[in-house]
């Protein structure tokens, strides 16, 4: 198809196809004159791949264009083009702080990675972890429970959840839809998650206090 | 205590301090000259709960003004006040576009609340119930699994979190405080959660394709 065609099937601009094409977003068409291209549905699958990276994920266009890079990175292994690509997601750590509150959040988080099993986690620093001392120590501050008894049931259902989401993976029959796979559905599905707690807040407020 | 001592307590530079007073996220201090205001424990507290929920909550300054206010509004019963500051807690529900995929989304969605058992959701649609349909919708768009039955684990373990979050909120012996808790505990607990995913992510996946 056409840029045309391309814009009116994914609803995006034809200047702003330019532009994903002009930053290595979008794979380039097929040239088949000086100033024509032609596009398949792997151009369309692409340009839907990244409208949800930018619009549902909040990505700023250069670190949808790094996780991008990452997951089409052939040289790397797959379980490290998963996490590179995983990795490169938008998280702000915050700043790093070293205060009491730090100290507590620290222990208070290694004790629960123990519990849970899972080793190898401070071989590699990842921005997950660094997001997740930050705001336990946010917690600790304003003296909300946030020990690791009371960590270990969202650890567990994180677990729970990270099995239903690599068995998404793995029904994808090729590497790569697999790497698009992980990132799509680890994008896709925090809003999803964060969406249905919030309703689940309402539910269960009415529940207990409605009417008071 | 002063201004220097309360920034030098909270780590907020006098300069924001005053910011925050100006802009009404922070209560006045009771003044004890022409130019000088003498402050509590009750603003260092409300210095860490606005800190968190901009620079952990990644909220603007004018949502996070919005909600402090409508914690604070008294004309509203329990149960709307701590809605009305979960309510006004930033979702972006992206455009609300018309296609066969929102179609789809909006089908899933309510066969998924008819089936946890979720009423009166769409009484008073809730920014939360605008970005679940979009990211389902945009999930549809790329063919992954979203249907009512990838969605149900989802949906039980955040009414399992709810149950645990608002146990935590009536922990709070007064009504001001558990609207406070309902606040901090819905947005702080967010990265803790997504953290912890993107963690169990790490760990699944090495687990599965370690060394592939």
Same mark, same amino acid.
């Given at each position: ?15 702003? %196809? ?6 290595? $977003?979008?794979?380039?068409? *097929?040239?088949?004159? /000086? ?12 340009? @839907?791949?990244? @409208? ?15 996780? %991008? ?6 040289? =790397?292994? *797959?379980?490290?083009? $998963?996490?590179? /690509?995983?990795? /490169? =997601? ?8 070293? &205060?009491?509150?730090?100290? %507590?959040?620290?222990?208070?988080? &290694?004790? $629960? ?5 899972? *080793? ?11 997001? =997740? ?17 009371? =960590? ?9 959840? /990270? ?15 697999? %790497? ?7 994008? $896709? ?7 249905? @707690? ?8 009415? @529940? ?5």
């Amino acid at each position: 198809m056409r840029l045309a065609e391309l814009s009116a099937r994914s609803g995006v601009s034809t200047a702003t %196809i330019k532009y994903y094409l002009r930053e290595g $977003l979008l794979q380039p068409g *097929h040239r088949v004159t /000086a100033t024509q291209a032609e596009y398949g549905e792997e151009h369309l699958r692409r340009l @839907r791949l990244v @409208r949800a990276l930018i619009q549902i994920g909040k990505m700023p266009v250069a670190v949808a264009r790094e996780v %991008i890079a990452a997951a089409e990175d052939t040289s =790397l292994d *797959h379980h490290m083009r $998963l996490g590179a /690509a995983t990795r /490169a =997601l938008p998280r702000v750590p915050g700043p790093a702080e070293d &205060d009491e509150a730090t100290g %507590i959040a620290h222990r208070s988080v &290694d004790a $629960l990675l123990e519990q849970l099993g899972w *080793h190898g986690m401070h071989d590699e620093p990842s921005p997950a972890l660094g997001t =997740l001392i930050t705001s336990v120590a946010a917690l600790v501050r304003l003296g909300y429970p946030c020990d690791t008894a009371h =960590l270990l049931p969202y650890g567990r259902l994180a677990a729970e959840l /990270a099995v239903a989401d690599l068995d998404a993976v793995e029904e994808q029959p090729t590497a790569a839809g697999q %790497i698009e796979a992980a990132v799509a559905l680890t994008v $896709l599905y925090e809003p999803v998650l964060l969406s249905l @707690r919030r309703l689940a807040h309402v539910q269960e407020s009415a @529940r207990r206090f409605g009417g008071r």
